[in-house]
């Protein structure tokens, strides 16, 4: 439970889409549309009776689960900090959430902005698991790498906003700050 002295803050913002991500949206409609059409034609010339039904139920769910499949693309992400420990969600649909990682600031062994200068060398890092919570959004990113008791060697990439990063400078050690 936060005390009053705590840094407690909450960051949450939505993942911009790329054009490929529009591409599989587009091919997700698409494809839910024509397998609609094929399933409701072949249900009524070949269903004697509950033919008209059954094609109309074949099209309620291919609906259903392409409007779901369609979706899981509609992506948030969710920083909640408090005093050097930071809690990243994802967020499919505004629905479902998943706990992503937890990190501590004071076990980060490097931790720095993420631009051209730095991308060569983060992107090399032998690492065991890499997560990236870009926005698609800014060009103000940073990574951290820290060892974390599931993944071992784990490189995070993501966009504090600047009240958590003023925060984590209190709990980063100089040295790691590149």
């Known amino acids: ?62 609906v259903y689960f392409g409007y779901k499949l369609f979706m899981k693309l509609d992506v948030e992400y969710e920083y909640i900090y408090l005093n050097g420990e930071i809690d990243v969600d994802k967020i499919i649909c505004r629905s479902e959430r998943s706990r992503l990682i937890t990190a501590k600031a004071v076990d980060f062994e490097q931790f720095g902005e993420y631009n051209e200068a730095t991308k060569a060398k983060v992107d090399g890092m032998p690492v065991n698991k890499r997560i990236d919570v870009r926005s698609n959004k800014t060009d103000k990113l940073y990574y951290a790498v820290f060892n974390h008791r599931e993944y071992k060697k784990t490189l995070l990439i993501f966009e504090p906003e600047e009240r958590i990063l003023e925060d984590m400078k209190r709990h980063i050690q100089r040295s790691v700050w590149h």
């Not at 705590?6 to 949450?12: C, G, K, P, S």
């Not at 913002?13 to 790329?18: E, F, L, P, S």
């Open 1 to 62: 439970m936060p005390q009053i002295n705590d840094a407690f803050y909450e960051q949450l913002y939505a993942r911009k889409k790329t054009i490929r991500e529009y591409g599989i949206q587009a091919l997700i409609f698409i494809v839910t549309i024509v397998l609609s059409m094929i399933s409701f034609t072949f249900c009524i010339t070949n269903i004697k009776g509950f033919g008209l039904i059954m094609g109309f139920l074949c099209i309620c769910i291919l």
